[in-house]
């Protein structure tokens, strides 16, 4: 008797994700081409995106600004796994930006850029999808490609790795 | 993610599908099982001690030895051991009408196997009834070649 070598055994979810308050206001803002983020009435952090309250204070977070959506790529990491429902192709940089006037990193891809020119301290800005495209998902920011500035000195970004 | 936007103020929602299409690979034990369901059997294994375990596993688990290779054909009835009536199946689930869920230990075997029981109403569900498979009509070598088992008449 042929031995059955593998079987497929799927695992499936369906469910409805609901943002909550503070990710629909950041998810709105994006909609509008703006990243919003919010500042922690104690100790002063502005959160991209925030979720509402401040995980160090305990706190809500209802002071509301716009942060630029130039930044710095804090930490990355290059992806060699392929996987299904991705847009882009592997090798592709993750990359952890610290938005200029953020204190969170925020996840992106990192694109216009070869993998060994990724570096700590780059300076990055996210390359949106045209306005009429804009929606309520991340999606709006196609990826983050390198702009012509100075590296940021690590001592800048080391709070915020 | 694709949110709706319902009003101004009120939270986005998104529809979110989660899977993996994990596949597993058999073994030398857990392989005859499914080749075995290809050809409509079901196979356990026996024991250094005599129980028959089905499904088959490589190692005992009263002693933690390895099983070996003695295979043995049960079944294909069985009798219900302990059973649960699902009213409202969910999409993946072996019968898109009420079934139920059964513990069913097979002619031959000391274990018991987690199946699914047509039986139309649950007034029809009883322990110690007896049941047998309804195949697939071209089985594949995979655990829903037995369509569900339904009871004996």
């Known amino acids: ?161 | 993610m694709a949110p709706t936007q319902a009003d101004h103020e009120a939270p986005l929602t998104a529809l979110h599908h989660l899977e993996y299409a994990y596949r597993r690979s058999l073994g030398p034990v857990l392989g005859r099982f499914f080749a075995g369901l290809r050809e409509r059997t079901i196979c356990g294994i026996r024991t250094r001690a005599g129980r028959v375990l089905v499904p088959p596993a490589e190692y005992d688990p009263d002693t933690g030895e390895a099983t070996g290779e003695d295979f043995v054909d049960v079944g294909p009835g069985g009798t219900v051991t302990t059973w649960t009536w699902v009213s409202k199946p969910r999409a993946k689930q072996p019968l898109q009408h009420p079934f139920a869920y059964a513990l069913i230990k097979l002619d031959g075997a000391d274990t018991n196997f987690l199946h699914a029981v047509d039986a139309l109403a649950e007034s029809r569900m009883r322990t110690g009834m007896r049941v047998r498979p309804r195949w697939r009509s071209e089985p594949r070598g995979e655990i829903a070649d037995i369509a569900c088992f339904e009871p004996e008449t």
């Open chain 1, 1 to 161: 008797m042929e031995l059955v070598k593998s079987i497929t055994t799927p695992v499936v979810l369906d469910y409805e994700y609901v943002t909550g308050r503070a990710q629909s206001r950041f998810l709105r803002g994006i909609a509008q081409g703006r990243i919003l983020g919010q500042r922690c009435v104690e100790c002063r952090r502005v959160y991209v995106p925030s979720r509402g309250a401040c995980a160090r204070c305990g706190v809500r977070t209802e002071e509301e600004l716009q942060v630029s959506d130039k930044g710095t790529v804090t930490t990355f990491c290059i992806v060699r796994v392929p996987s299904e429902n991705l847009s882009f192709k592997p090798p592709y940089v993750c990359a952890a930006v610290l938005l200029d006037g953020a204190d969170i990193p925020f996840m992106h891809v990192l694109q216009e850029c070869a993998l060994e020119d990724v570096r700590m301290g780059m300076r990055v800005q996210a390359v949106w999808v045209p306005k009429e495209q804009l929606g309520p998902t991340m999606s709006s920011i196609r990826y983050f490609k390198p702009i012509a500035e100075p590296d940021a000195e690590y001592d800048s970004f080391k709070e915020h790795l």
